[in-house]
């Protein structure tokens, strides 16, 4: 029986009100709750800085800080929103600041960038290929306010109204951007399909031209 809507709504609902509660307990110093505060929230965290910085490979370190920080601020956690909306309010600064960091620091090489351009500029429509890093990579192509709204509401489940308030916009152009971005992605999907499609064509071709060459050899 498939889940509903309204089932992982009120799913959802219920798992924000638990962290929120282990959030306010572990404001008061039950370590306990600190632990289930973070467990229940880590991989929330994770899918957001990974998606939201485009670099999966730094999302562990930037979990930890956005952890740190919350850990430090809990005594400024009041309740007023989940306490998921505040921790990724919190993993978008992280991130904001990872960045500012990155563009002040001095670059020595650029090794791993054309090694990354390089990986990603290997065929993606091999059997086996991992399609959370082909999600990974399109999503890279959005403008960053419909990447974070998309990744916000589809993939780390945050309500509309949540993700508006983190991004300090009204909830009417939170779906918009979400809409956009879905229709974005569904158009490179399909384009990615073409292309794999006319891919395998022209090498069926090929190898049919070239065994009656083999033959006369």
Known sequence: MRDTKADKTSRTASCDESTTAWALAARGGDPDAADRFVRSLHRDVVRYVAHLSADPQAADDLAQDTFLRALGSLH?????????????????????????????????????????LAERAQPTGLPGFDDGIALLDLLETLPDERREAFVLTQLVGLPYAEAAEMSDCPVGTVRSRVARARATLVELLTEAEIGAEIGAEIGAGAAVVAEPAAVAA
């Not at 909306?85 to 919190?90: D, F, G, M, P």
């Open 76 to 116: 400024r956690f009041e309740g007023r929103s989940s306490a998921r909306a505040w921790l990724l309010s919190i993993a978008r600064r992280a991130v904001i600041d990872s960045h500012r960091y990155a563009a002040a620091r001095p670059r020595m090489c650029d090794t791993d960038d054309w090694t990354l």
